[in-house]
């Protein structure tokens, strides 16, 4: 039987008409418009699409946003004090550095995301942030992992007591989501380039995510049948084609509901962007009363 499709925009939707209402109960109640400031260093066309995407988002939901642009050949220091700029302005409640950064700038990558004040930190990548996570205090979590689980919880598939695998362990994604989905009490495991016998493994999955950046990765072979299988891979393997880690024509017929790339996860990243700049909004009025 083939598998119940979530079409990330359906979820997409939900997760943003709630921002949208609750900043507008913000700036009801304070009068602070929540804010977004988007650094960006260099002109990756990629990046470009994705900073656009986030400014056009923000201006439906009644978030106010900044692109701050640097050139390709920007310094650190330079990086980091526009960083600092940002941190100071009250306009702002969420920073975000587009990644990749350019090559010059790539070994400070820890340093420049560390820079940002972790109340402002809304891709949820600074240190304090994850280790709220991994104690269960979250506030700002990282976008990917965060919305692959809201979309669980829309799509009411139950999470508490399932068997949960994920593919991959990246700070980004595999690990964050990995925290998620063991305080909704699933039980985790988390598997890598190391892991021996990756498909019995995810065979026993009923919640399987993928998020290696490997087309094709997942086979029919690797899923249980009736398994939500969640693709969180962006795999470019023509200049105008996308897909993701699984072979979503031959899963879909095992799979009991699975996500499309194009059209799945990525959708949410972007929802999940603009509730974790209102919620930032939230904490930082309040901490201001
Ligand atoms: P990463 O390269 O940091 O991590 C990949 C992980 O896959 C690693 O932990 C590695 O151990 C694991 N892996 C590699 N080969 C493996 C194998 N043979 N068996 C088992 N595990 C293996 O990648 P990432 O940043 O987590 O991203 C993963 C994918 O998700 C990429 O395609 C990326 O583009 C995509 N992504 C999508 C979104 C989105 O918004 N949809 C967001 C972030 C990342």
Not at 261 to 264: A, D, H, L
């Given at each position: 039987m083939a598998a119940r499709i979530l079409y990330g925009k359906d979820f997409a939707a939900k997760i943003k008409e709630d921002a949208r209402l609750e900043a507008e109960k913000i700036l009801k109640a304070t009068g602070v418009m929540p804010g977004l400031a988007v650094v960006i260093a260099g002109h990756d066309p990629a990046s470009e699409v994705y900073v656009r995407n986030k400014h056009k988002a923000c201006g439906e939901l009644g978030i106010f946003s900044l692109a701050v642009e640097l050139p390709e050949t920007a310094t650190k220091e330079e990086l980091l004090a526009r960083i600092d700029d940002l941190n100071r302005d009250?306009?702002?409640h969420g920073i975000l550095v587009q990644l990749p950064l350019p090559k010059g700038l790539a070994a400070a990558e820890s340093e420049i995301l560390n820079r940002i004040d972790p109340v402002k930190d809304?891709?949820?990548?600074?240190p304090v942030n994850v280790g709220r996570l991994s104690v269960g205090e979250?506030?700002?979590?990282?976008?990917t992992p965060a919305g692959c689980v809201r979309m669980l919880e829309l799509a009411e598939?139950?999470?508490?007591?399932a068997r949960a695998v994920i593919i991959g362990r990246s700070n980004i994604v595999g690990k964050p989501m990995m925290n998620l989905l063991l305080q909704r009490n699933a039980t985790v495991t988390v598997c890598h380039s190391?892991?021996?016998d990756l498909a019995a493994i995810t065979r026993e999955a009923d919640i399987l995510v993928a998020a290696v950046?490997?087309?094709?990765?997942?086979?029919?072979?690797m899923v249980k049948p009736g398994a939500t299988v969640i693709d969180v891979g962006i795999n470019?393997?023509?200049?105008k084609k996308l897909v993701g880690d699984v072979d979503f024509e031959a899963v879909s017929e095992v799979a009991g509901a699975i996500t499309p790339?194009?059209?799945?996860v990525g959708l949410l990243t972007i929802a999940m962007l603009m509730q974790n700049t209102v919620t930032a909004a939230r904490l930082q009025a309040g901490a201001k009363k």
């Open positions: 009250d306009r702002i809304v891709d949820g990548f600074h979250a506030s700002l979590v990282p976008c598939i139950p999470i508490d007591g190391h892991t021996k950046g490997k087309p094709g990765f997942v086979t029919a072979d470019r393997i023509a200049p790339v194009p059209g799945g």
